[in-house]
């Protein structure tokens, strides 16, 4: 087997009895890139330097260590292109931040740097994180690498097709709506998005302030694990950061799950739903019966509403946080102005893509003179009954299980022209975020025509370990995670 296609523990075992070397891993990973990047696209840039002196860094940090070595030292991982790494151009795939670099990390970043990580570079994304297909991106399509004319699902489709195509070990998406999950269900592969408040979003480029939230794409549930522990905890510099103890996310793994109490909501078992998905969920919760959990049927009333609570909410703190791209302090400028406003508007016009601006303008729409009370304040308190639901469930279940997406990966193009369909695949997603939940998605099953199928599980607040027990358990019962995605080398009109 390559190094490439190896997890994360597995590499570190292999650099602790130094069998490999990090060099070695990252000649792997971009051996393997320079085979399938042409046809997967998951990077906006590649950072080939950059990562081959932390590896270096990494094989003599590993030399002069005689005991024990940070998880993650040496291992190459990929990062979405809307947090900042200093020095190297972070874009939110949007021609208005177009070679922009910003003069620091995010505390993320900070965070792996003293992990020893291996920066392979930035993934593709839909323009700002809107989006669910990375369609959107200003610059390339990525496509999913079980079937390449097929999307990775968004806004994380570069980092979860990177990591399903052995393009890195593992990647940071960021989760604003189901942004890490869904993409990470569509890929075949593990993402995380922790509760609101575990891991710094400083550094990390707003889309919805409220909602956005940094996570982990991994190969298996070890991997998340270990990825989790490395990011989260308080930060000054972050005023939602909260200020809780960082649990060793690895010591539950393995842990017997009789007696677990899952709940399945009914309203998470729809009409539309794909059958082969919804077969795939139906046949994990038998598995996990078998496992010894204890399923509960719930109800949580209020999730009809929350497409539309969601779409105004996010909108909304959309179009306040991107006034800042006006063409003065940094980034794209038209060169064809008259004065000051015409400046302004042409800049945003040309510097920004269409679902970016559809999105601006909703939510300018929703806070205007007239509408706020109508729209913007309505919606709030309707997500607090949201929350109120979850809150209300979990009193009585330990964890909630739903699919992941009511689809597997559709084909690309296939919804570009209808938004409220795209908006769609976010169904059993954006809940969690107006609630501010953790959840997880784990591969579950593949449809007839091998395309992997997503299972979610939700926790109570900071309860991460909770729905990673319960995903170790479900992925060590079954093949799904082991499966890896073998791209297409026939040549198509890309």
């Not at 200003?138 to 097709?161: C, E, F, K, L, M």
């Not at 052995?166 to 990647?171: K, N």
């Not at 969601?310 to 794209?332: C, F, H, M, P, W």
Request: contains cysteine; aromatic residues 8%; glycine residues 10%.
């Amino acid at each position: 087997m390559e190094l490439y296609q190896l997890t994360i523990h597995e590499l570190h075992d292999l650099l602790r009895k130094k069998e490999v070397t990090s060099r070695e891993i990252a000649e792997s990973v971009f051996t393997r890139i320079s085979e399938v990047e042409e046809k997967v696209r998951a990077y906006i840039c590649l950072s080939g330097d950059k990562a081959f002196a932390h590896a270096e860094r990494a094989d003599r940090n590993i030399q002069n260590v005689s005991g024990n070595i940070s998880v993650l030292t040496g291992i190459p991982v990929a990062i979405k292109d809307n947090i900042c790494t200093e020095g190297i151009q972070a874009t939110c795939a949007s021609k208005i931040l177009h070679n922009f670099r910003p003069p620091y990390n995010a505390t993320v970043i900070e965070r792996l740097e003293k992990e020893g990580y291996v920066h392979t570079g930035m993934t593709n994304m839909d323009e700002f994180a809107m989006g669910s297909s990375t369609e959107n991106s200003s610059y390339q399509v990525t496509r999913n690498p079980w079937d390449i004319t097929r999307v990775p699902g968004g806004s994380s489709g570069g980092s979860a097709a990177a990591v399903a195509a052995g393009e890195c070990i593992a990647a940071l998406g960021s989760d604003t709506g189901g942004s890490i999950r869904q993409p990470a269900a569509l890929c075949g592969v593990v993402g995380l998005k922790p509760t609101y408040g575990r891991v710094s979003r400083y550094g990390l480029v707003a889309f919805a302030s409220s909602l956005d939230q940094i996570g982990t794409i991994t190969k298996d549930v070890t991997d998340c694990a270990i990825m989790l522990r490395a990011i989260s905890g308080h930060d000054r510099t972050d005023s939602t950061s909260v200020d809780i103890p960082v649990p060793d996310y690895t010591t539950v793994l393995g842990k017997n799950i009789k007696g677990v109490r899952i709940g399945i909501p009914r309203e998470y078992f729809i009409g539309g739903i794909d059958p082969s998905v919804e077969g795939c969920v139906r046949e994990s919760i038998k598995v996990l019966e078998g496992l010894g959990a204890v399923i509960v049927n719930i109800s949580l009333p209020h999730t009809e509403y929350a497409i539309a609570t969601y779409y105004i909410i996010a909108t909304a703190e959309a179009s306040s946080n991107l006034a800042r791209y006006d063409g003065v302090k940094y980034g794209y400028r038209t060169k064809g102005q008259d004065d000051l406003i015409d400046m302004y508007m042409k800049t945003r016009d040309e510097g920004f893509g269409p679902e970016v601006k559809r999105r601006i303008m909703l939510g300018t729409y929703v806070l205007s003179a007239g509408y706020y009370e109508a729209y913007y304040k309505k919606a709030q308190q309707v997500r607090t009954l949201i929350k109120g639901d979850f809150d209300k469930a979990f009193e009585a279940v330990d964890a909630i299980l739903t699919p992941t997406s009511p689809t597997p990966a559709f084909r690309i193009g296939e919804k570009t022209e209808d938004p409220l369909q795209m908006y769609l695949s976010d169904i059993f997603t954006i809940s969690i975020n107006l609630a501010g939940i953790p959840g997880i998605s784990i591969p579950c099953g593949f449809t007839e025509n091998g395309l992997p199928v997503g299972l979610q599980i939700l926790g109570r607040h900071f309860d991460e370990e909770g729905i990673l027990q319960i995903a170790y358990a479900y992925e060590q019962a079954t093949k799904w995670h082991k499966r890896r995605a073998v791209i297409q080398t026939t040549d198509i009109r890309l």
